[in-house]
């Protein structure tokens, strides 16, 4: 029996910010966030589409009846957690009607969380094969204006049903991870902003993905062998190159040299929707494997995929995927793609002053949003410190422009 992802979708917040026109504000050549840096647009969300509403609305099209009977568990994956008691999970159980004898829970460990909580799930599935598990990755993440991160911000959701006997991606039991107390990317509780040494979260970065790979080499050169792709999180979209680059000057196995040249033939492919979306933190891995099961043209059923998640702190695992026949079929392409080709541009002005605006931290009520403009669930209103949630059936108004002056 195999284990894995059985379904998957993402969403993304109806704005976005075109880079070139970051770069003229910032006084940037355009090149360097394109190419550089490797990154085109970046996903803005407004206050109503919050991490809990973005992952809602990835969530939605995946269930149907029986599934949300099915799921033991809800597990959602964060590093935007507005809330340090009550788990995100908590909310998501109830928007989606999931049963109610079931666990809801948090993970956190920067970008690294989502993956811990994929192999929590599919462990409790392989004890129990007749149960799913949901799991939940969103986040918004926030640099400071004109620090030289801003440009690698996003925003979005992946969402993925676990099952025994999965349609699109089995996941291995055999994994590598790997921890080291580290301070390249952290945000105490009293920032908005992450706290980050760039330069040196790259070289974090790539060190630890040549140590997973040197070790894993060790271990199971058969499995190193076979794999056809490696996806990998990325902050931006040049980051998995520059650490696939470092293995091959570092690691002069022949294997490694000969393998390095196929994962760089089909790097691109992985990061087409990322380029567009930005990092989305836990998600960002697995919106790399969507892009790569949607523009992928080489890959056949039972091809070996490595996922490489790493969250700063930091936290690194190497996962093994395994391909399933038909995978395509369970996808709704169109409709992902159709988010993107259907969100609206900010200028910058209206992207800075999105960024500036936050919730009321008062007992008072504050409506966040009095009718949403797009199909979907987003947050209403916070009252007593309380988030409440609509789900809107219908666009009110389909040529509603946004309410940023
Ligand atoms: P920077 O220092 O402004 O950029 O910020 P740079 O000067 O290093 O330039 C970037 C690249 O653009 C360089 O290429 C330049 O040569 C090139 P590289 O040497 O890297 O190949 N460049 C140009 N190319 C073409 N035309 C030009 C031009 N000019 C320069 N005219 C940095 C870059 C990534 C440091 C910054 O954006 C940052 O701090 N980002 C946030 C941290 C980050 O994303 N780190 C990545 C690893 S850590 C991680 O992935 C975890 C994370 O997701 C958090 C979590 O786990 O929760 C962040």
């Known amino acids: 029996m195999s284990v894995g992802i059985d379904r998957i979708n993402f969403y993304v917040p109806r704005f976005y910010l075109d880079l070139r026109e970051l770069a003229q504000a910032r006084q940037q050549d355009p090149d360097k966030y ?9 996903a803005i969300a407004p206050l109503e589409q919050d991490i ?3 992952a809602a609305n990835a969530a939605y099209p995946l269930l149907e009846e029986d599934d949300k009977d099915l799921i033991d568990m809800v597990l959602f994956a964060t590093e935007t957690s507005f809330d340090f008691s009550k ?3 908590v909310y998501l159980h109830d928007l989606l009607g999931i049963q109610p004898y079931a666990r809801a829970v948090e993970f956190k460990e920067a970008c690294y969380a989502g993956t811990a909580a994929l192999q929590m799930a599919c462990d409790y599935v392989r004890l129990r094969p007749e149960r799913k598990v949901l799991v939940l990755t969103s986040d918004i993440s926030r640099y400071g204006l004109s620090s030289s991160g801003e440009v690698t911000q996003g925003a979005g959701a992946v ?3 676990v099952s025994a006997n999965p349609s699109i991606l089995a996941i291995s039991s055999q994994s590598l991870a790997y921890t080291s107390n580290q301070f390249d990317f952290w945000r105490p509780y009293y920032r908005r902003e992450a706290l980050v040494d760039g330069k040196f979260s790259n070289q974090l970065y790539q060190d630890i993905f040549v140590r ?3 070790q894993f080499l060790n271990i199971d050169r058969e499995t190193i062998a076979e794999l056809e792709t490696i996806h990998f999180h990325l902050p931006y979209s040049k980051m998995g190159m520059k650490a696939l680059k470092a293995l091959r000057d570092q690691n002069s196995d022949s294997l490694i040299q000969e393998k390095v040249d196929l994962w760089l033939e089909r790097y691109p492919q992985t990061t087409y929707l990322g380029r567009r979306v930005g990092n989305i933190y836990t998600g960002s891995l697995y919106l790399s494997l969507i892009s790569s099961l949607i523009y992928q043209e080489s890959f056949e059923p039972s091809h070996k995929l490595a996922l490489f998640s790493y969250g700063s702190g930091a936290v690194a695992e190497l996962l093994i995927g395994e391909l399933q026949d038909g995978y395509q079929k369970h996808l709704d392409i169109e409709s ?8 609206q541009a900010l200028t910058v002005a209206q992207y ?3 960024y500036q605006e936050s919730i009321p931290v008062t007992e008072d009520e504050f409506i966040v949003c009095q009718q949403a403009t797009e199909p979907g669930f987003y947050l209403h209103r916070v009252d007593g410190h309380r988030r409440f949630y609509i789900f809107n059936k ?6 509603t422009e946004i309410r940023v002056e």
């Open 52 to 54: 809990i509403a973005m």
């Open 34 to 42: 394109t190419i550089g840096i490797g990154q085109d647009q970046m």
């Open 87 to 89: 788990a995100a999970a």
């Open 352 to 354: 800075e002053q999105l």
């Open 394 to 399: 219908i666009n009110p108004n389909p040529k």
């Open 212 to 214: 997973l790979m040197g």
């Open 336 to 343: 992902m793609l159709d988010q993107l080709d259907q969100r």
């Open 159 to 161: 969402a993925f049903v």
